[in-house]
Structure formats: C-alpha cells, structure tokens
C-alpha cells in the first residue's frame, strides 16, 4: 500500500485543520502545506513561516513545505530559514498551481511550457539545496504533453520526488484526471512518483493502487476534505457509508467551529467555515437550497442555523 499525503489547499488545509484531521481520523502521516510565494526582497514574512513551524502542527503528521517560486536564489533563501526554522528535511517546488495570477507572472503551472527556465532553476537549487527537494506539478499548462520535454531535464536532477497531478494548467480543476496521461508521464520519469487528481473513492483509489504498484504515494486533496474517513477507508479497502461520513464531518465540523472560533471573528471565522462547507456540504445533503443557506449565511448565528437545517435533514 502506497502511503496517502493530504494535498495542499491553500485557506484549506491550515495547520489546525491539519492538526484535526489528523488526531481525529487516521490513514495519513503526511500533508504538504499550501505554498508560501518566494520574494527577491529577504525571506517571506512571519505569518507566512508560521503556518509551517513544528509547534502549529500536530506533530504526529510530518508536514512538508511548499514553495512557489521562480527564482533559484529566492528559492534558496526561503528555503535556508524554512530549514533552520522547522528542522525540514524536504522542501516541494510548486510548478502546478493554475492560478492566472500564478502563471501570469510565470510561476507554478505557468513555468511547465518553459523546460529552459526550470532547467536553470533546478541547477541553482540543487547545487546549493541543504536538504531533499520534491517537486509538484501538473502535466502541463496548455497541452497534456508538456511533461514530454520536462522529463529528461527533471532526471537531471537529484529530485527526491515528483507528484504529479494528473490534469493541465488550462484545466484548473475542471473535467477528469487523465491517468493514462499519467501513465505515460510517470513511466519516463525515473524519480519515485506520487499520484495526484481526483481520488474521491475506495474504488478509484484501488484502480491506481493495482495500476501502478510501485507509486511512491497517492496524494489526496478534496477527496480527503469532503469525507474525513477517505485515507482510513483506502487502507481499510472498505468504503464508509452515508451515515458515518456524517457523523465524521459533525464531529470535524464542531471541533473546527470551537478552534477558528477561538482566533477568528466575523467575515475572517465565517469565510473560514464555509470554504470547509463547500466540500461537507453535498455529502451532508443532495438539496442546494440547505447547501446555499450556510453558504450564504451573513453572521455566525444565521450560520449556525442554517448548518443545523443542513446536518438534520
Ligand atoms: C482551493 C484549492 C487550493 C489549492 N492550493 C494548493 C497549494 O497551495 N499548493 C498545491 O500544490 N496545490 C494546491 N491545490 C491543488 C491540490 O493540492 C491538488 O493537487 C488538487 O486539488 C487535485 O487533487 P484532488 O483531486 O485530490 O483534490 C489546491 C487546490 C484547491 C482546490
């Protein structure tokens, strides 16, 4: 069994929701962190780096950090203060993130067309990186077959992992992994391989599991989110039923409601909650009209009476 790592959401996967889901629910030891974005001027900023530090995270979850970066420079020094900070043995390149204000600037998925511009970086990074580098990335931003002139130079290089996500840029998280995409890609790369995209069920997980039996490990994004009980489930190879992924997201539900509670107010705590709300919804209740209602709840009362309406009906 390849190990699960819960995927980075950036206003997601915080380190309390980590920290959650984590002495909660079991069947992962890993969450990448939402990436940090490297500057030309110093490393990032405090409340950026303490997303990551050991004492935010449940320390029973190994917790790799991410970053989203352009610069081999920029890259290193970020990367210098994230070591000497978080004892990280591991850092992830983020060469997948579609964002259009990501790839405008040629960062994330916006650097998959230019094999060149990731060559230079990877041979700035990797002379002087103190610790592992992993990367993550998509197939490609435009065409599914970006990958073909990525692979020899990725190599290259001593990267100690690629996760690969199997969708483009162009795609954001629109149609279907394409996992027969993946099997190409995966078989000209010569690092070990974590499969990404759409592993929603036991079922999907199994088919990827059997397929590509030497995977390094499957990642696990909104699949994990909407239904706490995913990664114990895939270990299990026994789907949980309507009923207890209910009470799985009752149970997260209140324990994220007290702690956000505790450090947010108004919009910030609301905002929080119905990001979170976007994947529990569907699986609490097949009426829109439920869903919208907590969606579009104003305060915090109207809220928690319309997430009330939602987990009863
Ligand atoms: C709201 C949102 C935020 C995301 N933030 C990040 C991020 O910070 N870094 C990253 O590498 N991927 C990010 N992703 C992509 C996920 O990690 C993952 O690759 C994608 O959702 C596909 O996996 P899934 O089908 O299991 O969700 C984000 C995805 C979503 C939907």
């Known amino acids: 069994m390849p190990r699960i790592i819960l995927a980075p959401l950036q206003g997601v996967t ?7 889901l984590a002495s909660m629910f079991t069947g992962f030891d890993e969450a990448m962190a939402p990436f940090i974005t ?20 449940n320390n029973r979850l190994k917790i790799i950090p991410q970053l989203l970066s352009k610069e081999g420079g920029d890259f290193l020094e970020a990367a210098k203060v994230i070591v000497d900070l978080c004892g990280a043995d591991e850092i992830n390149w983020n060469i ?16 998959l067309p230019y094999p060149e511009v990731i060559d230079r970086f990877l041979g700035v990074v990797c002379a002087k990186l103190s610790c592992k580098l992993s990367v993550k990335m998509r197939l490609g931003m435009i065409d599914s077959r970006e990958w073909e002139a990525l692979a020899p130079i990725l190599n290259n290089y001593p990267i100690s992992e690629i996760t690969i996500h199997a969708r483009t840029g162009k795609q954001q998280y629109d149609g279907y992994a394409d996992v027969d995409m993946f099997a190409e890609c995966k078989a000209a790369i010569k ?17 990827i599991i059997k397929r590509f039996p030497d995977l390094s490990g499957i990642m696990v ?8 009980l995913l990664s114990m489930s895939i270990q299990n190879g026994c789907e949980a039923d309507k009923k207890e992924r209910s009470i799985a997201i009752f149970n997260l539900h209140k324990k994220m409601f007290a702690q956000y509670a505790e450090i947010l107010q108004g919009g910030a705590f609301l905002g929080r909650m119905k990001e979170l709300m976007k994947y529990w919804g569907p699986m609490l209740s097949e009426d829109e009209r439920l869903i919208r209602d ?12 319309a997430y009330k309406a939602l987990h009863n009906s």
């Open 221 to 228: 994004g909104r699949g994990l989110i909407a239904n706490p």
């Open 191 to 207: 690092h070990p391989v974590v499969y990404n995209g759409d592993v929603v069920s036991v079922e999907f997980a199994d088919k």
């Open 96 to 111: 997948g993130c579609p964002s259009g204000t990501v790839t405008g600037k040629k960062r994330g998925a916006g650097l």
């Open 38 to 57: 490297t500057t030309s001027n110093g490393p990032p900023p405090a409340k950026h780096m303490k997303e990551i530090l050991p004492e935010n995270n």
């Open 14 to 20: 915080t380190p309390l929701f980590r920290t959650a």
């Open 294 to 305: 907590v969606l579009r709840a104003r305060c915090v009362e109207d809220y928690e009476e």
